[in-house]
C-alpha cells in the first residue's frame, strides 16, 4: 500500500490490504463499545451527570457509548481555559506549532483504521467514505504547516522609508485573534473539526470545538491526538452540546476571539449577524448550505454523466452540502440519460455503511430519514415522478435507510429550491445550456457545480456558473470529492461567508489580523 494515496478520487479502487486492516480495526472498536466518555477541557477527560447515548444508525440496537454533554458552565470553563493558554502558546515560535502539527498528523496517519472505523460506525459512512475523511485531517494539518512555512510565519519585511537623516525598519506582522471558536457538522465531524482547528492553532489561536449532539465521538478522536502530540493544556478543549444552549453560549461569550461554522444556511447566517452586532466585529467564516447543480448539454458523454451523477447524489446517502441536488440536462439526450440512470441507481449496494460490499448506507438520523420521506410525499402530483430508484437492503428497518431517487419535475417545483441533504437529486429538462446556466445560477447558495459537455463549452460554463468548486466532466462526482491540496473547497453567495476555500493559498490568514510595524532606529 505504500504507493497508494487515499483520496475521493481514488477511493473507488482500493487495494485488498487496506480492507483487511480496516476489518482489523473495527473488530477491536466493536469490543469496546458502550463506553463512557467525558468532555476534553483543559487538557483533561471530564465527566459530566448530563449524557446522552449514541447508537450506530445502520443498526440501532448497537450502543456505541455514553457521551457526556456539556453546559453553559461548561462553555465558560473551556473558554477560560483557552484564555489562561493563549498567552503561552501565542508565544510559541511557529516553527515549534509546526512542529506539533505535523506530529499530530503523523498520529492520525497511525491511527487512520481505528478512528475511521468509529467515524463509520457514528455517521453511518462506508469504510472509504470514512477512511477519507480521516485521512483528510492529516492533510488539513501538513498543508498549513506547510503554508506557515512557506510564508515565514507571516512575518514579511517591508521597504523601509526614504527619509534622509533616520532609518526606518517596517515589518508586517500577523498575529492571532484569541480564542477560537470552532463548531462543526455531524456529516465530517471528524474532519470540519480537524481543518479549521489546526489552522487556528498553527496561526497561534486557541481553540474550542463543539461537536454535534449526532456525532459526540469524532471530536474526542481529535483532541487525543492533539494531547498525545504534546499541544498544551488548556490550547484545545472539546464540548459536545445542542446549538441552543451550549453553541449560542460559545458564540456570544466576549471571551472568543473569532468563529469557525460548518452548517445550514440558518444558523450560519444568525451566527454572522451575531459576530458583527458587537462592540468591534469579529470574523467569522461560515461554510453553508448548497443546492448544488449539474448541467448536461447535448453534445456530453452521457455515460460519465450518468457515472458522475450517481456518484455526487447519493454517496454518502446526499449527506454532503457538495451532494449534487439538481440536475438540467438538453431535452434531446433527457431521455437516454434517465435510462442511464434508472440502471446505475437500481444497482447501487445500500447496506450497512461497515460491510465491504456497501456502496452507501442510512442517512445519520432519524430526522434525515423522515426528511426524506416528506420530499417523496411532495413528488405525488404536479407533474414529478421518480424515474429511477434504488435498492433498500433487507433490513432496512434496524437502521435510518432511505432509497436513491432521481425524480423529474418541472422547473418551478418547490424541491428545486428545498436544500434535502437526503438521497434525491431532481432533473429536469431544457432548451439550451443558456437556459440550464439561468436555472443553475437563480438559487441562494453557490458551493458547487458540474458540467458535461463538449471541450469547446468548458469555457463558457466556467466563466458564467455561479459557484466557488467547479467539476468539469468529471465521473468520479459531479460536484463532489474535493481533496485538501487538490481541490481548495469553500462556497460563494449563502454558502460562504468569506470567499476563501479549505486548504487554499488565501485560508490561513483569515485566522489572523494584520499588525503594521514601523521602528526609527537610532
Not at 285 to 304: C, H, Y
Not at 480 to 498: H, R
Request: charged content about 20%.
Amino acid at each position: 500500500m505504500s504507493d497508494f494515496q487515499l483520496t475521493y478520487s481514488t477511493m473507488f479502487a482500493p487495494p485488498r490490504a487496506l480492507h483487511e486492516r480496516f476489518d482489523a480495526a473495527l473488530a477491536r472498536v466493536r469490543q469496546r463499545l458502550g463506553q463512557d466518555h467525558g468532555l476534553f477541557i483543559d487538557g483533561a477527560f471530564v465527566a459530566r451527570a448530563a449524557t446522552l447515548d449514541k447508537h450506530n444508525p445502520a443498526r440501532q440496537s448497537e450502543r456505541l457509548g455514553r457521551f457526556a454533554q456539556a453546559s453553559v458552565d461548561d462553555v465558560e470553563q473551556a473558554v477560560a481555559a483557552a484564555r489562561r493558554a493563549l498567552p503561552a502558546w501565542r508565544r510559541t515560535p511557529w516553527r515549534e506549532r509546526v512542529a506539533l502539527l505535523r506530529r499530530a498528523a503523523r498520529l492520525v496517519d497511525e491511527r487512520l483504521y481505528e478512528m475511521a472505523a468509529i467515524v463509520s460506525l457514528e455517521v453511518g459512512k462506508t469504510r472509504m467514505e470514512a477512511l477519507g475523511e480521516v485521512a483528510e485531517v492529516s492533510a488539513f494539518f501538513d498543508i498549513y504547516a506547510r503554508q506557515m512555512e512557506e510564508n515565514g510565519g507571516y512575518d514579511h519585511a517591508l521597504p523601509d522609508d526614504p527619509l534622509p537623516h533616520m532609518k526606518s525598519r517596517n515589518r508586517s506582522v500577523m498575529k492571532p485573534y484569541g480564542v477560537w471558536a470552532v463548531i462543526a457538522p455531524f456529516n465530517f465531524p471528524f474532519a470540519l473539526a480537524g481543518g479549521p482547528t489546526a489552522a487556528a492553532l498553527v496561526t497561534g489561536n486557541t481553540v474550542v470545538l463543539k461537536g454535534s449532539v449526532e456525532t459526540p465521538w469524532s471530536g474526542l478522536l481529535l483532541a487525543q491526538c492533539l494531547k498525545d502530540a504534546g499541544l498544551p493544556d488548556g490550547a484545545f478543549n472539546c464540548l459536545v452540546g445542542d446549538g441552543a444552549t451550549v453553541g449560542e453560549a460559545l458564540i456570544q461569550h466576549d471571551g472568543i476571539g473569532g468563529v469557525t461554522f460548518t452548517g445550514s444556511y440558518e444558523v450560519g447566517m444568525r451566527i454572522l449577524r451575531a459576530q458583527v452586532n458587537r462592540r468591534w466585529p469579529r470574523p467569522c467564516i461560515a461554510e453553508m448550505g448548497g443546492k448544488n447543480a449539474a448541467i448536461v448539454t447535448a453534445r456530453a458523454n452521457l455515460d460519465a454523466a450518468a457515472q458522475g451523477i450517481v456518484r455526487s447524489a447519493f454517496g454518502m446517502s446526499g449527506q454532503k452540502c457538495s451532494a449534487l441536488s439538481r440536475v438540467y440536462v438538453d431535452r434531446s439526450v433527457a431521455d437516454a440519460l434517465i435510462e442511464r440512470l434508472r440502471v446505475a441507481v437500481g444497482a447501487i449496494a445500500v447496506g450497512e455503511p461497515q460491510l465491504e460490499s456497501s456502496w452507501t448506507g442510512p442517512v445519520a438520523t432519524r430526522a434525515a430519514q423522515l426528511r426524506h420521506a416528506d420530499c417523496r410525499r411532495q413528488l405525488d402530483g404536479g407533474g414529478a415522478r421518480i424515474v429511477a430508484a434504488g435498492p433498500l437492503p433487507a433490513d432496512a428497518d434496524a437502521g435510518f435507510y432511505c432509497a436513491p431517487l432521481v425524480a423529474e419535475a418541472p422547473l418551478d417545483h418547490p424541491l428545486w429550491r428545498q436544500e434535502m441533504f437526503a438521497p434525491l437529486v431532481m432533473l429536469g429538462r431544457v432548451d439550451s445550456a443558456e437556459q440550464a446556466m439561468a436555472e443553475a445560477n437563480a438559487s441562494d447558495f453557490g458551493l458547487t457545480a458540474g458540467f458535461f459537455g463538449a471541450e469547446d463549452e468548458v469555457a463558457w460554463f466556467l466563466d458564467h456558473i455561479e459557484a466557488g468548486v467547479t467539476y468539469v466532466n468529471r465521473p468520479l462526482g459531479a460536484t463532489t470529492g474535493a481533496w485538501p491540496g487538490y481541490q481548495p473547497f469553500g462556497g460563494w453567495k449563502g454558502s460562504g461567508s468569506t470567499g476563501k476555500a479549505l486548504a487554499s493559498f488565501h485560508y490561513l490568514p483569515q485566522y489572523m489580523r494584520e499588525q503594521s510595524q514601523t521602528r526609527i532606529e537610532p
